[in-house]
T-cell receptor, first 116, second 116 residues
Framework: AQTVTQSQPEMSVQEAETVTLSCTYD???????LFWYKQPPSRQMILVIR??????QNATENRFSVNFQKAAKSFSLKISDSQLGDTAMYFC?????????????FGKGTHLIIQP | DAGITQSPRHKVTETGTPVTLRCHQT?????MYWYRQDPGHGLRLIHY???????DKGEVSDGYSVSRSKTEDFLLTLESATSSQTSVYFC???????????????FGPGTRLLVL
């Protein structure tokens, strides 16, 4: 079984600052995918970014980027130029590769607050 | 946004009563999932479906059953609701085909269930 750990229950930064959210995972799989989801107060789960484990290059989506360290089983999310709308819960998630039916294993989340 | 609706969006029920939650998609995606979200636990997989009439258990399936008689609908049933099933329930979908399709899960808006 896989486990995903987010060690920061809550973080707070000023608008326009850069913030990094931590995520570590444990798995014996070699083929897998990692995700960051955002959940604003509306409760909608929004995909922020995804990373294929077989890719060495870190994924980037506009202001969002990841630092994927496969050997260390670490998958952190960096948000640059943070905005008030980034205030949300952020969940790290893992999925085994090789098929389509497996569900996601989530961490417990980090509550990110962007202060004006 | 993926065309996923959940009904009802809110429900209050009493212990011992049956409850059915519905997930409806307009994307013709093959895979469908039910998760529950509780404080301190992130999201956990209850059941999933990999086709019409093809379902399987997830991490927290006890007390729940599912059915999928059509591609677009995935029903979650609590046969006899208990207070421990008070939660927010999310449906998700993903497609088959290339890995880029099935590895990405898109979520519905959620159903808040309160069991008194």
């Amino acid at each position: 079984a896989q486990t995903v750990t987010q060690s920061q229950p809550e973080m707070s930064v000023q608008e326009a600052e850069t913030v990094t959210l931590s995520c570590t995972y444990d798995t014996s799989e070699n083929n897998y995918y990692l995700f960051w989801y955002k959940q604003p107060p509306s409760r909608q789960m929004i995909l922020v970014i995804r990373q294929e484990a077989y890719k060495q290059q870190n994924a980037t989506e506009n202001r969002f980027s990841v630092n994927f360290q496969k050997a260390a089983k670490s998958f952190s999310l960096k948000i640059s130029d943070s905005q008030l709308g980034d205030t949300a819960m952020y969940f790290c998630a893992f999925m085994k590769g090789g098929g389509g039916a497996d569900g996601l294993t989530f961490g417990k989340g980090t509550h990110l607050i962007i202060q004006p | 946004d993926a065309g996923i609706t959940q009904s009802p969006r809110h429900k209050v029920t009493e212990t011992g009563t049956p409850v059915t939650l519905r997930c409806h998609q307009t994307e013709n995606h093959r895979y469908m999932y039910w998760y529950r979200q509780d404080p301190g636990h992130g999201l956990r997989l209850i059941h999933y479906s990999y086709g019409v009439k093809d379902t399987d258990k997830g991490e927290v399936s006890d007390g729940y059953s599912v059915s999928r008689s059509k591609t677009e609908d995935f029903l979650l049933t609590l046969e006899s609701a208990t207070s421990s099933q008070t939660s927010v329930y999310f449906c998700a979908i993903s497609d088959s085909g290339s890995s880029a399709k099935w590895e990405t899960q898109y979520f519905g808006p959620g159903t808040r269930l309160l069991v008194l």
